[in-house]
């Protein structure tokens, strides 16, 4: 096992640049399925999740070949239904992709439940809405999810209860190379949706209206290969913004889509920060006072729930109270006594956090709970003057590339250690 220690204190300089974005490459990856053809992927961030989802690829038949540390080229040509391994899938909450590609290709699909970051109860019945929509019998048995469909895919209109990047992206992927047309409607809008849709277009789809509510798919017999580049990630271009700001730093920040990152640079300003946008990069400058603000998480075109941990930082570091509501996950706020342990003042009530501003935060040896709030567990100890220690790491590799690399690059003291195993250590003494 390792963990990540930091000598905070220091504020970041200089310029970083943003990798491809997690939430879209992996959806694009396991879309691949779909393709029975050669695809070459570009941009892609050199974290566990992307990791995962080759693995899977190659677990079922797909011929994976790495061309460079940010580029694949993968043929799904052989790939064989309803072979995801198990214990590949119960480590990745999007490894349910899976069943869309599947399904799409196949008129089936079978793969264990996905696994992820447990910040509460986040069901897949509109994933199975979607599927049965579109003529599939879903059943679910044993922890395995299995589809079925008497002659293929057909289209379907499809109206989800509530705003779910996960269960519209499945449906576009299923509904792809469906017979006759599907509409989605009250789909997500987020920029990995639009991502998705635009691969498999370039793979010969026929998908509009992604990025709006209203997606329409035609179905095509066929797809074939196309070569990609994956978006910039925007989460890890906010957290890298916030760190900024909560060190008291002046950072560019490359490669990135500003208007992706409008809702998290408004908030920013909201408190004193200064935020420059460019073509393809944002410059954060520090404030002279950090102001309290409300913050609300809302699906996209709103203040990103994956920006949310690590903006309460910055909260804790503000003048005065305030308020943070979570609008779309439950669960979401597991991180608050880590912080606490470094002396933030955060009273939790449901989904609202509200949070005193304090002086200065304290070191403390601290956990990352799940990828985003082990981002703010760096970002905290990165604004603290002292040494922290944060375990359970392996949640932030999940969707952050080179995180300690990158930061160091910044002017972070920050390094990663192996922490020794205590059974090992008894039984070589």
Same mark, same amino acid.
Request: aromatic share 4%; with cysteine; charged share 25%.
């Given at each position: 096992?390792?963990?990540?220690?930091?000598?905070?204190?220091?504020?970041?300089?200089?310029?970083?640049?943003?990798?491809?974005?997690?939430?879209?490459?992996?959806?694009?990856?396991?879309?691949?399925?779909?393709?029975?053809?050669?695809?070459?992927?570009?941009?892609?961030?050199?974290?566990?999740?992307?990791?995962? =989802?080759?693995?899977?690829?190659?677990?079922?038949?797909?011929?994976?070949?790495?061309?460079?540390?940010?580029?694949?080229?993968?043929?799904?040509?052989?790939?064989?239904?309803? =072979?995801?391994?198990?214990?590949?899938?119960?480590?990745?909450?999007?490894?349910?992709?899976?069943?869309?590609?599947?399904?799409?290709?196949?008129?089936?699909?079978?793969?264990?439940?996905?696994?992820?970051?447990?910040?509460?109860?986040?069901?897949?019945?509109? @994933?199975?809405?979607?599927?049965?929509?579109?003529?599939?019998?879903?059943?679910?048995?044993?922890?395995?999810?299995?589809?079925? !469909?008497?002659?293929?895919?057909?289209?379907?209109?499809?109206?989800?209860?509530?705003?779910?990047?996960?269960?519209?992206?499945?449906?576009?992927?299923?509904?792809?190379?469906?017979? /006759?047309? !599907?509409?989605?409607?009250?789909?997500?809008?987020?920029?990995?949706?639009?991502?998705?849709?635009?691969?498999?277009?370039?793979?010969?789809?026929?998908?509009?209206?992604?990025?709006?509510?209203?997606?329409?798919?035609?179905?095509?017999?066929?797809? @074939?290969?196309?070569?990609?580049?994956?978006?910039?990630? $925007?989460?890890?271009?906010? !957290?890298?913004?916030?760190?900024?700001?909560? !060190? @008291?730093?002046?950072?560019?920040?490359?490669?990135?889509?500003?208007?992706?990152?409008?809702?998290?640079?408004?908030? $920013? %300003?909201?408190? /004193?920060?200064?935020? %420059?946008?460019?073509?393809?990069?944002?410059?954060? =400058?520090?404030?002279?006072?950090?102001?309290?603000?409300?913050?609300?998480?809302?699906?996209?075109?709103?203040?990103?729930?994956?920006?949310?941990?690590?903006?309460?930082?910055?909260?804790?570091?503000? @003048?005065?109270?305030?308020?943070?509501?979570?609008?779309?996950?439950?669960?979401?706020?597991?991180?608050?006594?880590?912080?606490?342990?470094?002396?933030?003042?955060?009273?939790?009530? /449901?989904?609202?956090?509200?949070?005193?501003?304090?002086?200065?935060?304290?070191?403390?040896?601290?956990?990352?709970?799940?990828?985003?709030?082990?981002?703010?567990?760096?970002?905290?100890?990165?604004?603290?003057?002292?040494?922290?220690?944060? %375990?359970?790491?392996?949640?932030? %590799?999940?969707?952050?590339?080179?995180?300690?690399?990158?930061?160091?690059?910044?002017?972070?003291?920050?390094?990663?250690?192996?922490?020794?195993?205590?059974?090992?250590?008894?039984?070589?003494?």
């Amino acid at each position: 096992m390792e963990k990540i220690v930091i000598n905070g204190g220091k504020p970041l300089m200089g310029a970083v640049e943003i990798s491809g974005m997690k939430n879209a490459a992996v959806a694009v990856i396991l879309s691949s399925i779909l393709i029975e053809d050669r695809c070459v992927l570009e941009n892609l961030p050199n974290i566990s999740d992307v990791t995962i =989802s080759l693995d899977i690829l190659r677990a079922m038949g797909a011929s994976v070949r790495r061309l460079n540390p940010t580029t694949v080229e993968i043929d799904t040509t052989a790939i064989m239904g309803g =072979s995801a391994p198990y214990d590949l899938v119960r480590k990745m909450r999007a490894s349910y992709y899976v069943l869309g590609a599947e399904l799409g290709r196949f008129g089936r699909a079978s793969a264990g439940f996905p696994g992820g970051c447990d910040f509460g109860v986040r069901p897949i019945d509109q @994933h199975i809405k979607g599927f049965e929509a579109l003529g599939a019998e879903v059943t679910v048995d044993n922890g395995c999810i299995e589809c079925r !469909t008497e002659n293929g895919v057909r289209g379907g209109q499809i109206y989800f209860d509530n705003n779910t990047v996960g269960a519209t992206i499945n449906v576009i992927i299923a509904a792809a190379r469906a017979k /006759g047309t !599907t509409i989605i409607e009250n789909a997500a809008r987020e920029p990995h949706v639009v991502d998705l849709a635009n691969f498999l277009n370039a793979c010969g789809a026929k998908i509009s209206g992604a990025g709006t509510d209203v997606i329409k798919v035609k179905g095509v017999e066929r797809l @074939h290969g196309c070569t990609y580049a994956i978006i910039p990630d $925007m989460i890890e271009a906010a !957290t890298f913004m916030i760190a900024a700001a909560a !060190t @008291h730093g002046t950072l560019r920040i490359n490669n990135v889509i500003p208007k992706h990152l409008e809702s998290i640079s408004a908030k $920013m %300003e909201e408190m /004193g920060i200064r935020v %420059e946008e460019l073509d393809e990069a944002v410059i954060v =400058s520090p404030a002279e006072v950090l102001h309290r603000v409300n913050i609300r998480t809302l699906p996209y075109p709103g203040f990103p729930t994956d920006a949310q941990p690590q903006m309460c930082v910055l909260l804790c570091l503000a @003048h005065g109270v305030s308020t943070l509501y979570e609008g779309v996950w439950d669960g979401r706020f597991r991180y608050v006594e880590e912080l606490k342990r470094m002396g933030a003042k955060i009273k939790v009530d /449901g989904k609202t956090a509200i949070v005193e501003g304090v002086e200065a935060l304290t070191p403390a040896p601290v956990r990352a709970v799940d990828l985003r709030a082990g981002a703010a567990m760096v970002i905290a100890a990165l604004a603290t003057s002292g040494r922290t220690e944060i %375990e359970e790491i392996q949640h932030i %590799e999940r969707g952050y590339d080179d995180i300690v690399g990158k930061l160091r690059g910044v002017g972070a003291d920050i390094r990663k250690i192996n922490i020794p195993d205590p059974y090992l250590y008894e039984k070589a003494n």
